[in-house]
């Protein structure tokens, strides 16, 4: 891993959570690793990765971008990375940073990781962004009928936008390919890291898969990192409705497979049973912290300096 300062931490999801993360850890260390989910297939990423044989650079773009270093220039560049081309012809809706990704990783022959280190390099980041495999994956998840004359018809649906949108309670969801290759510096961080999180984020498809790659799991089953778990602030409408924090965990707990829990952060408004998920947390072995992690002004999103106040009362950081 990269020389810095604070503990060793490695930050696995994709999208708006994993950024959130970010932006709490940032706060507590400089030697941080975002390992982020290749399977978006929605949007600007599905287009690109429909005509191109690359990595869905969306959830990429956003943890480099998060990761950006504080100098005016590249806070600059940054804002450009997430800035949409407007217009109404091929190019509208592209994020910059998805075409610049994209072409870098065309430059290097195909290289995403070296595309994304120069792209660090470009952003002053603090910290590093892999990909978590090296090939673009799709989710395939078993989801259950709405209909109420057969609750026990289930339905196969592939791919992250069709599984988030489509009405019923996911039973279970795997990867394909269900063993794909995975970078030798991902799997170098998540050995050396102090702490490694899971969450905030899309449960199904941005936490969960990590759990779903068979070197990923078997990675940090092995590792003597710290795993924290940083539960959701809702639910999330197509993929968690109804769930309360009780059952993102026990979800969570049924993916482990072998992965140690070390401890759960709850946002202390959002629990309304503490009692439940006390339980819960203490029947896999954890610790639970309660904490004020929501933004006072939105609920719906994690503060980044709340959250880094609960992170760092954990990792013993001051």
Same mark, same amino acid.
Not at 71 to 77: A, C, I, S
Not at 143 to 159: F, H, L
Not at 246 to 263: D, K, N
């Given at each position: ?15 708006? *959570? ?52 504080? $100098? ?24 910059? *940073? ?7 990783? $065309? ?5 995403? #990781? ?20 090296? #090939? ?55 050995? $050396? ?44 409408? *197509? ?80």
């Amino acid at each position: 891993m990269s020389s810095g300062t604070g503990p060793r931490v490695v930050a696995l999801g994709g999208g708006h *959570g994993l950024a959130a993360s970010l932006a709490a850890w940032r706060l507590l260390t400089s030697t941080l690793t975002a390992v982020v989910t290749v399977a978006d297939d929605g949007g600007s990423s599905g287009r690109i990765r429909r005509e191109l044989p690359v990595l869905p650079p969306g959830d990429l773009r956003m943890a480099l971008a998060a990761l950006a270093g504080d $100098e005016p220039r590249t806070r600059e560049m940054a804002s450009l990375l997430q800035h949409r081309i407007g217009g109404e012809g091929v190019l509208a809706g592209h994020p910059v *940073g998805n075409l610049m990704l994209t072409g870098w990783t $065309e430059l290097y022959q195909g290289d995403t #990781v070296r595309a994304l280190r120069a792209l660090e390099e470009l952003l002053g980041s603090v910290g590093r962004v892999l990909p978590m495999a090296d #090939v673009p994956l799709d989710l395939v998840a078993t989801v259950a009928s709405v209909d109420p004359d057969d609750p026990r018809e289930t339905r196969r649906i592939r791919g992250q936008v069709a599984i988030a949108s489509t009405p019923g309670r996911v039973r279970d969801i795997r990867v394909s390919p269900a063993d794909p290759s995975v970078h030798p510096d991902v799997l170098s961080a998540i050995a $050396e890291a102090d702490v490694v999180t899971l969450g905030p984020g899309s449960w199904y498809t941005s936490v969960l898969p990590h759990l779903l790659v068979p070197r990923l799991r078997a990675a940090l089953a092995a590792t003597p990192a710290r795993v924290v778990v940083v539960l959701n602030l809702e639910p999330q409408p *197509g993929e968690t409705d109804g769930f309360s924090p009780e059952e993102h965990l026990r979800v969570l707990l049924a993916h482990l497979g072998g992965v140690s829990l070390h401890t759960v952060i709850a946002d202390a408004a959002a629990v309304v049973d503490r009692r439940g998920l006390l339980s819960a947390v203490q029947g896999c072995g954890a610790e639970l912290v309660l904490a004020p992690v929501a933004a006072p002004d939105d609920a719906a999103r994690h503060d980044p300096s709340r959250l880094a106040a609960a992170l760092a009362s954990v990792v013993g950081a001051r």
